[in-house]
Structure formats: structure tokens, C-alpha cells
């Protein structure tokens, strides 16, 4: 996870989410930042022959390698940090699934902007965020268009409560407290106490196999209650300055909401901490 791969349209989203990217890489001692760009787009794909339409997107690759490498330079020139920072721009469709072009880069984590469209709207790449969390099988960070980073000081999971040993992906919690040195706080949400009662037994049962898993760092556990989710994971992050949420993607549970449009917008577009999404 000290690796880290940033797929860039050259918009201010996914520029900031470059600049994340290096502090983040200077925190945990890593070795580089690696720049993605793809730039072939669907209709070119289509066509046999894009000259037909009057385009030949390959033409483009010297203008997009000087973009990439401009943007390289400024990142290094403000951020002044000692990160090596290397650069892949590809004549290729951006796809979902980002594992593929992980392994190629040797990066262990994603970090994307949640917004994007440069000044050709080539890519979109904050449209693509929650798709590439999804089905990537690397770790996703997703960071706000208005976050910056300021190191991982205190770190919050999230959690439903259901077969935790089956569903947390307890060795990429694990990596990123060692990287980070993070305090970590577990918090789980309920409607309201009276909910809560209705199944006390298993939130203790599946809280003392998570604690089995979390002991050696300490951590401290909470429920909210509150009939927003949302609402109640935004005042946490408040009161207690957490710099980084790490939510489980599940196909089904209470969870699964955490990464559909509108809880997002909940949960990242209004917030200013990254959220990382954690694969088992």
C-alpha cells in the first residue's frame, strides 16, 4: 500500500487528488506516485477507423505525454517532497477494474479524485471513482474535490456488525495502521437505542470477534444513533477530527449504501475526509 496509482484527466479534482497522493506516499515512506492517463475514448474505439470522423485520437499521445509530464513537474515544484513520481499514458479506453494496470505499475493503492472533467472532458475521471472502488481489487481512496492532506492521525471504520470475520478486510486495516501509526475508532450506526436492543447480542458477539482481530491497536468503539446515517457519520468525523473513513463494500446489508450515489454525496461530496474503500 505504499504505491500508490492516480488516474488523472489534467482536471483540478484529480490534479488534488495527485497532490493527496504525495503526501500520503511521504507519510508511509513510499517509494512512488504513478500518473494515469488513458485517453482513448469510447467513440474512437467504436469506429474501425476514427479517421472517418475526422479524428485520429493516437495522433493526440505526444500532446497528452507533455500534459503528464507538465503535470509531474508541478506537483514535484509545489509539493517540494522526496517522492518519485513516474507517469503511464496509454492509448486506451479507462476501464472499471484497475488491477491489471496496479500490477503493471507495482502500486498497491488507488487514489482518485470524486469529481472531474478537464477542459476536453476527456475522461471524467471523478464520475469513474465509485465504479474503479468497486470493482478494483486494490484499496481505494476517494478523496473530496476540497481535501488536502494533512497526514492520517485517526482513522474510522465502519461497521455493521454482520460476520465480520467473513466480510472485514482485517489485513488492509492492519497494513494501514502500521503505515500510519493512525489511532482507530469503530463505529457502528443504529437508528435508535430501541432498534439497537432488538439485536444487542450479536453487535456484542460480532464487536468481541472484531476486537479479537483490532486489540493490539487499541481501539475505541462507538455506536451512533441517529435516523440519518449519513448525519451520523459526518458529526463523528467532526467531533472527534478523523482524517480518513474506511467503509467495507458489501452486495448486500446497510453498507452497501455507503457507495451509491446519494450516500456518497452524503458522506464525500459534503465532507472533507477521504474515504477509503476496503477490500476483503
Not at 507517469?87 to 503493471?104: G, M, N
Amino acid at each position: 500500500m505504499k504505491n500508490v496509482l492516480v488516474p488523472v484527466d489534467f482536471s483540478p479534482t484529480s490534479r488534488n487528488a495527485a497532490l493527496y497522493a504525495m503526501g500520503w506516499v511521504s507519510q508511509v515512506l513510499g517509494k512512488k506516485v504513478v500518473l494515469y492517463h488513458a485517453f482513448q475514448t469510447a467513440l474512437a474505439a467504436f469506429h474501425a477507423n476514427p479517421d472517418l470522423e475526422g479524428l485520429n485520437e493516437e495522433d493526440l499521445q505526444p500532446e497528452k505525454e507533455d500534459q503528464i509530464y507538465a503535470m509531474k513537474q508541478e506537483l514535484l515544484a509545489e509539493t517540494r517532497l522526496p517522492v518519485q513520481v513516474e507517469t503511464k499514458c496509454v492509448y486506451e479506453i479507462f476501464e472499471e477494474d484497475l488491477t491489471a494496470v496496479c500490477q503493471q505499475t507495482a502500486t498497491q493503492l488507488v487514489i482518485m479524485g470524486i469529481t472531474g472533467g478537464g477542459l476536453l472532458k476527456e475522461k471524467l475521471i471523478g464520475s469513474n471513482a465509485l465504479k474503479v472502488a468497486r470493482h478494483t481489487a486494490n484499496q481505494v481512496i476517494i478523496v473530496p474535490p476540497d481535501a488536502r492532506f494533512s497526514g492520517i492521525r485517526r482513522v474510522m471504520l465502519l461497521t455493521d456488525y454482520e460476520q465480520v470475520d467473513l466480510t472485514t478486510p482485517f489485513d488492509a486495516i492492519h497494513q494501514l495502521l502500521e503505515l500510519t501509526g493512525a489511532e482507530l475508532e469503530v463505529v457502528h450506526v443504529e437508528e435508535s437505542k430501541e432498534q439497537a436492543r432488538e439485536h444487542t447480542q450479536i453487535i456484542r458477539q460480532e464487536n468481541a470477534l472484531m476486537h479479537q482481530h483490532l486489540r493490539s491497536y487499541h481501539p475505541k468503539y462507538y455506536i451512533a444513533y441517529n435516523h440519518s446515517f449519513e448525519q451520523a457519520v459526518h458529526d463523528l468525523v467532526q467531533q472527534h477530527s478523523v482524517d480518513l473513513i474506511i467503509v467495507i463494500p458489501k452486495k448486500i446489508g446497510y453498507m452497501d449504501r455507503l457507495i451509491n450515489s446519494s450516500h456518497t454525496d452524503a458522506l464525500v461530496f459534503h465532507s472533507h475526509v477521504p474515504v477509503m474503500v476496503a477490500h476483503k
